[in-house]
């Protein structure tokens, strides 16, 4: 299995990290791919677009061409998870005309709006399909303001969507990847998750959730 993590900016090591981890959980043969540059995207059989700065992150993405790749790999039906910035960048409506949205998620976010209220926090978030609440870290996070008919809300947050899916795209406003806790990453990147939820070994043996920044 190849996956790939768009590593044109933001906490790129982390999520690939994550990702490793749930693959040899799984004894999955897997390749961790970093994407800088465009003919990369079509290798991967998974995505993950991390969390950053998200004008930056869609200015790059459009100047190499790696964006019509991440739309057509979307279109394929293929697995993607968007974190944070990547979540902005995925909007079909970031509000920011500096934001150069994907478009492949139905949603209409305001970029900083919870970062402003409260800049960095943890909290335990209930997550449709994950049995235990999820250590959710948030920083500087994007508040989902609406989305579309075909979105699903997965989590909310004081009355705010905080993880979302639509078809093969799972993104939330937080940072999944800054925990040992790998069970989004698993959520939205192995389909056959529900499936295999009850074997002891996809379970990593130090759940704990633990903020790494
Ligand atoms: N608010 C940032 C942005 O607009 C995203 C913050 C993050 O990814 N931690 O890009």
């Known amino acids: 299995m190849k996956i790939g993590v768009i590593a044109v900016q933001g906490d790129v090591s982390e999520h690939a990290a994550a990702i490793r981890r749930v693959a040899d959980a799984r004894g999955v043969d897997s ?3 970093t994407i800088r540059e465009s003919g990369l995207v ?3 059989d998974v995505l993950l677009m991390p969390g950053g700065e998200s004008t930056t992150i869609s200015r790059l993405l459009a100047s190499d061409g790696i964006n019509s790749e991440i739309e057509a790999h979307v279109e394929r039906g293929k697995p993607l998870l ?9 909007a079909r409506d970031p509000q920011d005309e500096r934001v150069q949205s994907l478009d492949i998620l139905d949603v209409t976010v305001n970029r900083n709006a919870f970062g402003r209220q409260k800049d960095s926090f943890e909290a335990p978030l209930d997550i449709d399909g994950l049995e235990e609440p999820f250590p ?3 920083i500087r996070a ?3 303001e609406s989305v579309g008919d075909d979105v699903t809300v997965l989590a909310d947050w004081e009355g705010s969507p905080v ?5 093969p795209v799972v993104a ?4 999944p990847e800054l925990t040992a806790d790998t069970r989004l990453h698993e959520l939205a990147l192995f389909d056959d998750q529900q499936s295999t ?17």
């Open 197 to 213: 939820a009850a074997d002891d070994e996809t379970q990593p043996a130090d759940d704990t959730p633990e903020a790494h920044q």
């Open 172 to 175: 939330t406003s937080f940072h």
């Open 82 to 90: 968007a974190t944070c910035a990547g979540l902005i960048v995925a």
């Open 142 to 144: 994007p508040l989902i």
């Open 136 to 138: 959710a870290v948030f």
């Open 163 to 167: 993880a979302v899916q639509q078809g």
């Open 31 to 33: 390749e961790v791919v």
């Open 42 to 44: 079509t290798e991967c």
